[in-house]
Nanobody, 124 residues
Framework: QVQLAESGGGLVQAGNSLRLSCAASGHTFSPYVMGWFRHPPGKEREFVAA????????TYADSVKGRFIISRDNAKSMTYLQMNSLKFDDTAVYYCAARGGSRVSTALGSYEYWGQGTQVTVSS
């Protein structure tokens, strides 16, 4: 079992930056792929970014490519999402998620563990 807890959300003006953090606890010895997803109001939950255990193969949704950066610090069991040049459409509840193995996936159903989410609101 892995427990995940997000933090760092809040209200920010468009064009500014925000960094989300995800703390993992529990059985974190095995390699896990870490992902970030978001649930915009009135829409379905969608993939944002993912990264392998070794920090390679960072994968991004087209909508955030070039603006968001995913990173992780395994020694601290932390995963981060640096969000730059935020837009109104980035407003959502952001979730971190974990899946076993070494392959990055953009599919929600392939992630076994989820955090409770953190709200990000971008004002225009």
């Amino acid at each position: 079992q892995v427990q995940l807890a997000e933090s760092g959300g809040g209200l920010v003006q468009a064009g500014n930056s925000l960094r989300l953090s995800c703390a993992a606890s529990g059985h974190t010895f095995s390699p896990y792929v870490m992902g970030w997803f978001r649930h915009p109001p009135g829409k379905e939950r969608e993939f944002v970014a993912a990264i392998t255990w070794g920090g390679g193969s960072p994968t991004y949704a087209d909508s955030v490519k070039g603006r968001f950066i995913i990173s992780r610090d395994n020694a601290k069991s932390m995963t981060y999402l640096q969000m730059n040049s935020l837009k109104f459409d980035d407003t959502a509840v952001y979730y971190c998620a974990a899946r076993g193995g070494s392959r990055v996936s953009t599919a929600l159903g392939s992630y076994e563990y989820w955090g409770q989410g953190t709200q990000v609101t971008v004002s225009s």
